[in-house]
């Protein structure tokens, strides 16, 4: 867990749509604290620190979380699990903070990467892409923002499934059924194996 990640937040004293409007044009922003076994805890946090930590870490990078309940505060480690734009602005509606065991396995959805350019695709072939995230699991600390996936000595007719991805250490991916990821077709030859598969 990153020490420099860290944002400051107050127990909610009001609830209702009026308090949280009043909230958001004084440049908070409505927050919900959640931590398993345990009751949910409203908050507010200041817009311009939830921004510029949404900006280091993500939903993907545990911070430090330090609750103001009346002046007795508590720290915990978290993730940012859910956040809500207005619907018109690139702004913060609401957001939700989850605590987190950081000796306990989390399962989260990442995105994909790719690098590189399949050498198949030289020969005339086209690249279909199936999946662009997949969930993995992993301990907190060892999450990643992403899953890089090096597609350049993709031939026609080869493809990636979600076994064959390389994880970062400490990181595995959570799957049932071994499903596509991409493949590289010829054009006209049909659709790739499995690209209706499992979503």
Not at 18 to 38: C, D, E, I
Not at 86 to 112: A, C, S, W
Not at 154 to 162: S, W
Request: charged share 25%; glycine share 10%; with cysteine.
């Amino acid at each position: 867990m990153s020490t420099e990640l860290k944002i400051s937040a107050k127990v909610r004293e009001k609830l209702g749509k009026n308090a949280n409007r009043q909230l958001r044009a004084s440049g908070q922003t409505p927050a919900v604290f959640y931590f398993a076994g345990k009751e949910s805890v409203p908050l507010t946090v200041n817009e311009a620190a939830l921004n510029k930590l949404y900006a280091g870490a993500g939903r993907t990078t545990v911070f430090t979380l330090e609750i103001d309940d009346k002046g007795k505060k508590s720290t915990h480690s978290c993730l940012i699990w859910d956040v809500e734009y207005y619907p018109t602005q690139n702004r913060f509606q609401h957001v939700d903070f989850y605590g987190v065991d950081m000796e306990k396995e989390l399962k989260i959805r990442v995105p994909l990467e790719f690098i590189g350019t399949a050498k198949g695709t030289k020969l005339g072939g086209r690249l279909e892409v199936y999946r662009e995230q997949i969930f993995v699991l992993s301990k907190p600390a060892s999450l990643p923002k992403k899953v890089t996936v090096d597609i350049s000595n993709l031939d026609v007719g080869q493809g990636l499934r979600v076994q064959d991805l390389a994880m970062p250490q400490g990181v595995r991916a959570s799957f049932d059924t071994n499903f596509a990821i991409l493949t590289v077709t010829m054009p006209g030859a049909g659709k790739g194996a499995d690209e209706e598969g499992e979503v």
